[in-house]
DNA sequence: CGCTCCCGCCATGCC
DNA sequence: GGCATGGCGGGAGCG
């Protein structure tokens, strides 16, 4: 093995130059390495059977006079490997004689030799930049820092800041997972709409980098404050451990890093000097920058430039201003991201095969996105991802695996969420705008949209695209999920466009998607306002427009439940009700009902509507209902595009509960078709679809009686996703439905729960695949389920918007319907069963599930329906079938 | 002399 | 107490 890594790195390693003192140590020593004999390492070593092995037990033989030398030595011996490509290492040791060392102590590594960005060259030289999908590279710690011979810290360095960027990622204790960088775009896509949404209007403003960064300092600190910290991505993970720690300021290097990004990202200059960087991120610290502060600010600037550098991200320039000529770094990298979502797309939407798992992660990042956003991610957390979390596991995750993991997978999700997104975007074309809250914000890629949707105006967040797959993949995924290389084919196969365009409903992947997410966490936490204080707060202040989107989402849950605890606490949300209420109700109409069933049916198209009620809109749809219905068509882009701006919005709020609106029941009016409801804000990209028809009487739940019922159905868009694992209600567990809660559970990947939200809601799904097959069942699911379907609901909905939660089961692929919930035999479906389900997506309750099929049939809406609510999920495309 | 930034102390958290 | 992380800043190398 040993021997294969070396391998690897040394020939690769472009190194650079060997240290001047190589020259030297040649020259003694020309025909031996140079290396030392053995090079103690000071950590004991332990695995003989890592790579690494055969140095520790050289080194360990050498004496402690040795080991100095060796120290110094130990920087050369890469290179020297390298060079020589692949001398046996063994030999080399053997060889070793002290005088050389000596020589070589003397000569000792120049500063540079050290610096950190050359370390980082080799560090990179070791890891190809665009590993297989299914090749998963795990890179040790310990290993490294001794192949490279500089302390663990200095790896520490390196990797934090590779870590912002998710070109690798915290698998486990000392062990990090080799990403490449097949989502650097997607990140940096990323980063970049995050970074609009912080500085960006100042930018746009202005552009002078420089002028504008101060100016963003002091605009920041007016009105981030929250956010400050938190990291832009979150896919680091900011906080996601929030609670328990976000004692360390925890990666704060990670933090800058991402932060620094962003202002080359969104400088028009793209360069941007140190001192700016680092006023501009103290002052999201802090007020007031003191001149230590300052300093070390700019210190560890160096440190993240050295690393960017190596990357090839950015130059050292230097810039003249008036006050003299200031160091400053270029940006040098990639400024456009087209890539996006390709890679997503594919997945998602390919149903495919891989989707599973691909899926599974995404759900699971995208779960634990929400959920960490701030908050904690917990549950969601642990349940989705438990790829990512078994390995971790066993990896034997140092600290606080939980958070840790909780933020890698954090910003997996991210990851994963944006490109979720993305590709639900490009897949819908309108994607959706944000949903997300995550911190950073995605924006809605532009480019397609097929449906309608627009973008928000301003677009609160950009979507990232780009390939995302990688992303989340593989880490939490196993490695299949990995496909990234299929990326681009996937793509074009599933394929946005397919996707869309047929459905007659409407999907919203992922925006929806992730929205839930947050909401659910969000309501779990129950501490909304904190939580979407801070991430809400940065994006808030950011964007004015965020606020509406919270709104809807509380308004929804308000409605729903009073009792929902998110409810209270984000008063904003309230305010921005109002909004919501345009959005919200609107439904509108699938229009193509026809097509839908075909959507639905078929794979790639995935996504297919989803269908949504809000109990908020319910107050509003209800009587707007019929409106709704006409308008439906019209709607149908309008809500999307109210969706959007919600979603935008919720970007402030977390997530909360966004989702939940969903729950509106808007349901009642619309017959007939489906009724896509947007979701204002939080949900924006759930939809529901109700059928018209049915809706009213069946079920009850509709509005009529219940407002606030909730429906239950959601959609996911397939594909995007698929990546999701679900959504839940709230409530399963609680109190009102009698949701076994296994099925949420079973969901667990992605667990969220919404609990808070319940409100109502809920529910979710996703895509089929994405869901975790496993995930039991949701019970309700079944199509068949009895009889009552909506009569759960109604009950429900009754009771109170909060009680009503159904639970939903999530369903994943299928259609879930969450009235089931109560019935659980009857529904839940397995997973597994479900996938097949998926496809089509719809989720009929009792009556008319029947078949899919006849789903489509009655896409009309058909009678039987009618005394049941339908609903349908769309599922994603793919599949299986 | 000032820019860089290496080095490693030491705090924090989790066992 | 030990270990993994990683904040932090002294102070040295270099141009």
Request: net charge neutral; proline share 10%; hydrophobic share 30%.
């Amino acid at each position: 093995e040993n021997i294969f890594d070396r391998s690897r790195m040394a020939p690769k390693t472009p190194i650079k130059n060997e240290p001047i003192d190589l020259s030297k140590q040649k020259g003694c020593t020309p025909e031996r390495n140079p290396i030392t004999p053995v090079k103690i390492l000071d950590r004991p070593q332990p695995d003989p059977w890592t790579p690494t092995a055969n140095l520790k037990i050289l080194v360990s033989a050498a004496s402690p006079d040795m080991r100095d030398r060796e120290k110094k030595k130990e920087l050369f011996r890469p290179i020297e490997n390298s060079e020589q490509s692949d001398t046996p290492d063994s030999l080399q040791y053997d060889i070793v004689d002290d005088s050389t060392v000596d020589e070589f102590e003397k000569q000792r590594p120049s500063r540079k030799q050290k610096s950190l960005g050359l370390l980082c060259q080799k560090f990179l030289a070791r890891y190809p930049n665009y590993p297989l999908s299914t090749e998963k590279t795990t890179i040790s710690l310990d290993e490294v820092a001794s192949i490279l011979g500089v302390e663990r810290r200095r790896i520490y360095d390196i990797v934090n800041v590779l870590e912002s960027l998710q070109l690798v990622s915290r698998v486990a204790k000392n062990q990090y997972c080799w990403h490449g960088r097949h989502n650097l775009s997607q990140t940096l896509k990323m980063l970049q709409d995050a970074g609009e949404l912080q500085y960006g209007e100042l930018m746009t403003s202005q552009h002078k980098e420089l002028d504008l960064e101060y100016k963003f300092g002091e605009r920041k600190k007016a009105v981030i404050p929250d956010s400050q910290d938190r990291p832009l991505l979150d896919f680091s993970e900011p906080d996601c451990s929030s609670a328990s720690a976000n004692s360390r300021k925890d990666k704060s290097l990670r933090i800058m890093s991402q932060k620094f990004v962003m202002l080359f990202l969104v400088s028009k200059t793209k360069i941007v000097t140190l001192d700016i960087a680092a006023k501009i991120l103290i002052e999201e610290t802090q007020d007031t920058v003191d001149h230590s502060k300052f300093k070390t600010k700019v210190r560890r600037l160096y440190d993240i430039a050295n690393v960017l550098t190596s990357l090839g991200l950015i130059k050292k320039v230097h810039v003249t201003e008036e006050r003299g000529r200031k160091p400053a770094f270029k940006w040098i990298g990639p400024v456009e991201f087209p890539e996006n979502t390709d890679e997503l797309r594919g997945h998602s939407q390919t149903s495919d095969p891989l989707p599973e798992t691909q899926k599974g992660a995404c759900a699971q990042y995208l779960t634990s996105t929400a959920g960490k956003q701030r908050f904690t991610r917990h549950a969601s957390f642990n349940s989705a991802q438990p790829c990512e979390a078994t390995r971790r596991k066993v990896s034997s995750e140092p600290n606080s695996p939980r958070q840790e993991r909780q933020d890698e997978n954090c910003s997996k999700m991210i990851n994963l969420a944006s490109v979720c997104r993305q590709k639900i975007e490009e897949d819908t074309g309108s994607a959706k705008k944000s949903n997300i809250t995550l911190p950073v914000s995605l924006l809605p890629v532009p480019g397609d949209s097929d449906f309608c949707v627009n973008t928000l105006p301003q677009a609160v967040f950009p979507v990232v695209q780009a390939d995302v797959p990688s992303f989340s993949l593989p880490i939490g995924i196993s490695s299949q999920a990995s496909h990234p290389s299929m990326p681009a084919a996937s793509k074009t196969e599933n394929g946005k466009p397919t996707l869309v365009p047929n459905q007659p409903f409407l999907c919203f992947p992922s925006s929806s998607l992730f929205m839930l997410c947050g909401g659910l966490q969000e309501n779990n936490l129950s501490e909304p306002l904190p939580t979407a204080g801070d991430l809400g707060s940065r994006s808030a202040e950011a964007q004015a427009a965020v606020p509406p989107t919270v709104c809807q989402k509380r308004s929804s849950q308000k409605c729903s439940s009073p009792s929902a605890p998110g409810d209270d606490e984000e008063p904003a949300a309230k305010k921005q009700t109002l909004e919501h209420s345009d959005l919200p109700i609107s439904l509108v109409v699938p229009k193509k009902p026809s097509e839908s069933p075909k959507a639905e049916s078929s794979p790639g198209s995935g996504c297919s509507a989803a269908v949504h009620l809000e109990t908020n809109n319910l107050d509003l749809a209800s009587p707007a209902a019929p409106e709704t219905a006409n308008k439906e068509s019209t709607k149908f882009l309008d809500c999307q595009e109210q969706g959007k701006q919600s979603q935008k919005k919720d970007p402030d709020d977390p997530p909360p509960g966004n989702e939940h609106i969903s729950k509106e029941n808007a349901n009642q009016a619309f017959q007939q078709q489906y009724l896509y409801v947007q979701p204002t804000a939080g949900l924006s990209s759930f939809n529901f679809l109700f059928s018209a028809n049915q809706a009213p009487g069946a079920i009850s739940l509709a509005g009529n009686q219940l407002p606030s019922l909730s429906v239950p159905c959601v959609m996911v868009p397939s594909a995007a996703l698929a990546s999701f694992p679900l959504v839940c209600s709230s409530s399963f567990t609680s109190p009102l439905s009698p949701v076994p809660d296994g099925s949420f559970s079973a969901a667990a990947s992605t667990n969220f729960s919404m609990s808070s939200l319940a409100s109502t809601t809920p529910v979710f799904l996703s895509t089929t695949a994405v869901v975790t097959p496993k995930v039991s069942p949701t019970p309700s699911a079944d199509p068949q389920q009895p009889p009552h379907p909506a009569l759960h609901l109604s009950p429900v909905l009754t009771r109170s918007c909060s009680a009503v939660k159904l639970d939903s089961p999530v369903c994943m692929g299928h259609p879930v319907t969450l009235v089931k919930l109560q019935q659980p035999s009857s529904a839940s479906l397995t997973p597994k069963s479900i996938r097949p389900a998926h496809h089509e997506a719809f989720f009929k309750t009792p009556g008319s599930l029947g078949d899919p099929v006849a789903w489509k049939k009655n896409e009309g809406n058909q009678t039987r329906n009618a005394s049941s609510v339908q609903r349908r999920l769309e599922i994603s495309s793919n599949s299986p079938d």
